[in-house]
């Protein structure tokens, strides 16, 4: 008989509260995100069990190179990051969650990360 061992519970997160969510809005673009939202949602929890760095910024660099793609298409080619990140602090129900302030990753975005 095969036993399987049972997984750590995870570590509950609030969800991903896209623009979106609840107002029947649902596009192919919303959907998209809402999925990513959904897909990274244990991301910080995951991370503090596996130590791959190399590997988790060649990825995450990879989703938010996207993400800049697309937000420079939804502002006609003048979104940058740091515009992007201001619903961090903008909106607390969105903020980072974790260790790193939004403050802070908007203060390290800076000139070369800016997409426009």
Same mark, same amino acid.
């Given at each position: 008989?095969?036993? =399987? *061992? *049972?997984?750590?519970?995870?570590?509950?997160?609030?969800?991903?509260?896209?623009?979106?969510? %609840?107002?029947?809005?649902? !596009?192919?673009?919303?959907? $998209?995100?809402?999925? /990513?939202?959904?897909?990274? *949602?244990?991301?910080?929890?995951?991370? !503090?069990? $596996?130590?791959?760095?190399?590997?988790?910024?060649? /990825?995450?660099?990879i989703v938010v190179?996207?993400? /800049?793609?697309?937000?420079?298409?939804?502002?006609?080619?003048?979104?940058? =990051? *740091?515009?992007?990140?201001?619903?961090?602090? !903008?909106?607390?129900?969105? %903020?980072?969650?974790? !260790?790193?302030?939004?403050?802070?990753?908007?203060?390290?975005?800076?000139?070369?990360? $800016?997409?426009?």
């Amino acid at each position: 008989m095969r036993r =399987f *061992r *049972r997984a750590a519970a995870a570590v509950p997160r609030p969800g991903c509260e896209a623009p979106a969510s %609840g107002l029947g809005l649902s !596009t192919p673009l919303l959907a $998209e995100l809402e999925a /990513l939202c959904d897909h990274a *949602r244990n991301l910080s929890w995951l991370a !503090t069990r $596996e130590h791959r760095p190399e590997e988790y910024q060649r /990825l995450a660099s990879i989703v938010v190179a996207r993400l /800049l793609d697309g937000w420079a298409e939804q502002s006609d080619g003048h979104g940058t =990051f *740091r515009d992007l990140l201001t619903t961090l602090i !903008t909106d607390p129900a969105v %903020g980072a969650t974790g !260790t790193t302030s939004a403050e802070h990753l908007i203060a390290s975005a800076g000139t070369a990360c $800016e997409k426009g």
